[in-house]
């Protein structure tokens, strides 16, 4: 008996601290962006967390990713698909990159395209 309600104690324990865990987010954004302009997408993270990003544009032009807010990182694009280590099929640009843990705070990823003509490009953000 005492068995039993060890382990009944045990399975509870495990639930909750399964339940207790946070759920992966994930937000996915696509667009039609016209030469020169750029896509933004912002989100406001209410503790420190990392990202995974996955870009997806067309070859027929360039594409930099950038991050912004009063938290976020300096320097210049953190993907740049002239300089950036993309992989390609079918004429489409498959940028991925993870992001080490940032501080909790509202941010900007802005992408900003280059290209000749309008293009659709999606990015998903994970954290």
Not at 14 to 32: E, M
Not at 66 to 95: M, N, Q, S, V, W
């Amino acid at each position: 008996m005492r068995a039993l309600t060890l382990l009944a104690a045990l399975a509870a324990a495990i639930s909750v601290s399964a339940a207790g865990a946070a759920p992966a987010a994930k937000i996915s954004f696509a667009d039609v962006v016209r030469p020169g302009k750029s896509l933004n997408l912002s989100l406001t993270t209410h503790e420190a967390t990392a990202f995974r990003v996955v870009l997806r544009v067309p070859k027929q032009g360039r594409a930099q990713l950038f991050l912004t807010g009063p938290r976020a990182p300096r320097g210049g694009p953190l993907i740049d698909t002239k300089t950036y280590r993309c992989e390609g099929a079918a004429g489409t640009f498959y940028c991925r990159a993870a992001y080490e843990a940032l501080p909790k705070g509202a941010f900007r990823w802005r992408v900003r395209w280059l290209g000749a003509r309008p293009a659709p490009i999606e990015l998903t953000v994970r954290w």
